[in-house]
């Protein structure tokens, strides 16, 4: 099973960018589809965004189309997640997941990371 680990969250402000890597290790990479996940406080664990495994087809949720991208590089491993525009509203742990498909349902992912953390100030 594919281990995965999330970085480059941290505190931007309202209107800036950040992009989250989701680095993949122990596994066949190229596997597996990637989902992005964000848990908000006091709130339940959310899509956000999901690539395929050959990383042709993409889907988003409908708050974040527009201004989040999702991109992979199977060479390295690894999983972007752009986010151009940000809103307050956006702050959340993030969170990747790894399955056979792009699902929206996160019930549907093996393997996660541990989340990384996103906050936007206004």
């Known amino acids: 099973q594919v281990q995965l680990v999330e970085s480059g969250g941290g505190l931007v402000q309202a209107g800036g960018s950040l992009r989250l890597s989701c680095a993949a290790s122990g596994g066949t990479f190229r596997s597996y589809a990637v989902g992005w996940f964000r848990q908000a406080p006091g709130k339940e664990r959310e899509f956000v965004a999901a690539?395929?495994?050959?990383?042709?087809?993409?889907i988003f949720a409908d708050s974040v189309k527009g201004r989040f991208t999702i991109s992979r590089d199977n060479a390295k491993s690894t999983v972007y997640l752009q986010m151009n525009s940000l809103k307050p509203t956006d702050t959340a742990v993030y969170y990747c997941?790894?399955?056979?498909?792009?699902?929206?349902?996160?019930?549907?992912?093996?393997?996660w990371g541990q989340g990384t953390q996103v906050t936007v100030s206004s």
């Open positions: 997941a790894g399955g056979r498909h792009y699902y929206t349902d996160m019930r549907l992912y093996d393997s």
């Open positions: 690539i395929t495994r050959s990383g042709g087809s993409s």
